[in-house]
């Protein structure tokens, strides 16, 4: 399985940072046929750290982790491409972030918005749901709560 490497955004390599934004317009945008701002500003957090895995130069998946407000981690845009889905590459992804927020926010909670059907999936990475249904662009989500 490839490597997961992550980096601020100002660290991507520009090619690798078109690809990866490529992949969540892809996923989020297009396909879900959520029309809303992808680039929504919070990449540029200084807390922000992009997670990627790429093979032979195509970023196959992605997810975000950053610092709330709250002052509890967050993870989110987790996208993989359509061709790869079923590998695992998403939960590499998630295992790397939730280790990655344990060592730079010891004691943080980790909250991230599921899209409702995927809410099991995120279960199995210690994630329970801790609030009401939404919806977010026609698509019903639910906030999920993984403690420190």
Same mark, same amino acid.
């Given at each position: 399985?490839?490597?997961?490497?992550?980096?601020?955004?100002?660290?991507?390599?520009?090619?690798?940072?078109?690809?990866?934004? %490529?992949?969540?317009?892809?996923?989020?945008?297009?396909?879900?046929?959520? !029309?809303?701002?992808?680039?929504?500003?919070?990449?540029?957090?200084?807390?922000?750290?992009?997670? %990627?895995?790429?093979?032979?130069?195509?970023?196959?998946?992605?997810?975000?982790?950053?610092?709330? !407000?709250?002052?509890?981690?967050?993870?989110?845009?987790?996208?993989?491409?359509?061709?790869?889905?079923?590998?695992?590459?998403?939960?590499?992804?998630?295992?790397?972030?939730?280790?990655?927020?344990?060592?730079?926010w010891p004691g943080a909670a980790i909250d991230l918005?599921?899209?409702?059907?995927?809410?099991? %999936?995120?279960?199995?990475?210690?994630?329970?749901?801790?609030?009401?249904?939404?919806?977010?662009?026609?698509?019903?989500?639910?906030?999920?709560?993984?403690?420190?």
């Amino acid at each position: 399985m490839p490597p997961v490497s992550s980096a601020r955004l100002t660290d991507v390599p520009a090619e690798t940072l078109y690809r990866l934004l %490529w992949l969540r317009v892809s996923v989020f945008v297009v396909e879900q046929a959520a !029309a809303y701002p992808e680039l929504d500003g919070r990449d540029l957090e200084p807390d922000t750290e992009l997670f %990627w895995i790429e093979d032979d130069g195509r970023v196959l998946a992605t997810l975000r982790l950053l610092r709330d !407000a709250s002052g509890n981690a967050r993870i989110g845009r987790v996208a993989t491409a359509a061709e790869a889905r079923g590998r695992g590459l998403s939960a590499q992804l998630m295992r790397a972030a939730v280790e990655r927020a344990g060592e730079r926010w010891p004691g943080a909670a980790i909250d991230l918005d599921a899209q409702k059907h995927l809410a099991d %999936w995120y279960g199995r990475f210690g994630f329970a749901i801790s609030g009401p249904e939404f919806s977010e662009d026609d698509i019903p989500h639910v906030p999920m709560r993984r403690s420190a």
